[in-house]
């Protein structure tokens, strides 16, 4: 399996806290890696890492190809993150916010392409021209991650997202899991939701302290 | 880095327009500033005619804080930066989208300030054809160095207080050139007011260019 991620002795310092101690992974295409540990175990802040939200403070890290020393800005139009915030502006409707993200993204047609996420994550029709402000928290996330998905990203960074999902919802992003790595995609998902989340998962990592204490 | 400025700027302005913060919040304020300036500078229609370009500029460089602190404040509201930073957005086009819509914001405002000078200062509107490029060339002036600065206060705690001292410091320059050209274009004499207004110029193109390199490490960074 070709890798995504090679990781070896990655040290991330957040202020004076060192998030990440020390981390070593291997993670090949299309696979889903599921990252477990308590909180403050380090899962945010290696996806965010993974994404060249956070610097690499030591060791060394190439995702995608790219080494996240120099080559992030290349490297971020072909990852895509959802944390805990939805990156969702409240004055404008569901479908501009979909847009928006597809065009950014380069993506070809991007009102079709948003119209397409937005049918495939199932936001209703007469929500979309919407303010998202106007939305519950669970549509939100939804629109969110209608907003990841039109941008056809190679690795899945996901952070907590069945969090705010009814129970419709956290199966139709099971099955987009899904669907991304039959189609070549590898995902990383952070998640207390253990159950749900190792069905989906083909290798699990367990972190404590800032590095990886079990892969299983 | 078009494609993404011209995202940005329409994303931009259809928030303001959305949120409608200019028309309900800024618009007001400004006319507010003028307003004391007035009554601070006595009736006496002849000092506030004289001081007028001064007022002017100084009304709309203090406009110009509340834009940007909203444009950046989009941002910062549920994980914005971070979600253009993963998006791959080229940051010049984030520093020209941004700048284009706070622009816009202004422009429109100083057509309302200048009507209102005119009315509430009695200012004699003329020398147009001055008046207008300088507007135009001073409001880049103020936005360039407005969008930089932002976007380095945007990420810090003290964002509010933080901005006007690192930005009206910069902008003297500019007042003192936009006061100057405006004078040159209310009383007539436009050669020393296109002196001015080149000076002016350079100013922007300088900001502007210092903008789009300073982005990346700016939204990275800050």
Redesign the interface.
């Known amino acids: 399996m070709e890798p995504v991620l090679t990781l070896r002795g990655v040290v991330a310092v957040l202020g004076r806290f060192p998030a990440l101690a020390g981390v070593d992974l291997d993670v090949g295409a299309g696979s889903t890696v599921l990252l477990v540990g308590p909180n403050g175990a380090g899962k945010s802040t290696l996806l965010r890492l993974c994404a060249g939200l956070v610097g690499l403070t030591a060791g060394s890290a190439t995702v995608l190809g790219h080494d996240l020393r120099t080559g992030r800005r290349e490297l971020r139009r072909r990852v895509g993150y959802l944390g805990h915030a939805n990156g969702l502006y409240d004055e404008l409707t569901v479908e501009e916010n979909v847009r928006f993200w597809a065009r950014i993204a380069r993506v070809p047609e991007p009102a079709a392409a948003a119209d397409a996420a937005l049918e495939r994550l199932a936001v209703a029709s007469r929500l979309r021209d919407l303010g998202v402000g106007r939305l519950s928290a669970g549509q939100r996330r939804r629109v969110a991650l209608a907003a990841f998905v039109v941008r056809r990203p190679e690795l899945w960074l996901l952070d907590e997202p069945h969090a705010g999902l009814d129970a419709t919802a956290r199966d139709d992003l099971d099955d987009l899991v899904r669907e991304a790595t039959a189609a070549g995609a590898t995902v990383l998902v952070a998640s207390h939701e253990l159950e749900r989340a190792t069905a989906l998962a083909s290798r699990t990592v367990r972190l404590e302290g800032g590095v990886v204490v079990d892969v299983a | 880095m078009w494609?993404?400025a011209f995202?940005v700027a329409g994303?931009d302005l259809?928030?303001e327009a959305?949120?409608r913060v200019a028309v309900n919040q800024v618009v007001p304020f400004a006319f507010i500033v003028l307003l004391l300036f007035g009554f601070a500078l006595d009736p006496d229609r002849g000092i506030l005619q004289r001081v007028t370009p001064g007022l002017f500029w100084v009304t709309v460089l203090l406009s110009a804080l509340v834009v940007v602190q909203r444009s950046f404040a989009?941002e910062r509201?549920?994980?914005?930066r971070?979600?253009?930073?993963?998006?791959?957005?080229d940051p010049a086009g984030v520093f020209l989208g941004k700048g284009a819509a706070i622009l816009v914001v202004l422009l429109v405002l100083e057509v309302a300030l200048l009507a209102a000078v005119a009315v509430l200062y009695g200012a004699p509107l003329a020398g147009w054809p001055l008046l207008v490029v300088s507007a135009v060339v001073t409001t880049v002036g103020i936005v360039a160095p407005g969008t930089i600065y932002g976007a380095l206060a945007s990420g810090l705690r003290v964002r509010e207080t933080v901005l006007p001292l690192l930005f009206l410091p910069v902008v003297a320059p500019v007042m003192i050139g936009a006061t100057r050209a405006f004078e040159a274009a209310l009383e007539g004499s436009t050669g020393a007011g296109w002196r001015w207004c080149g000076l002016l110029a350079v100013f922007a193109a300088s900001y502007t260019a210092l903008g789009m390199l300073l982005f990346?490490p700016l939204l990275e960074e800050s």
Do not use: F, T
Request: aromatic share 0%; charged share 40%; net charge positive.
């Open positions: 494609r993404d995202a994303r259809r928030i959305r949120s989009i509201s549920d994980g914005g971070d979600a253009l930073r993963v998006g791959g957005i990346e």
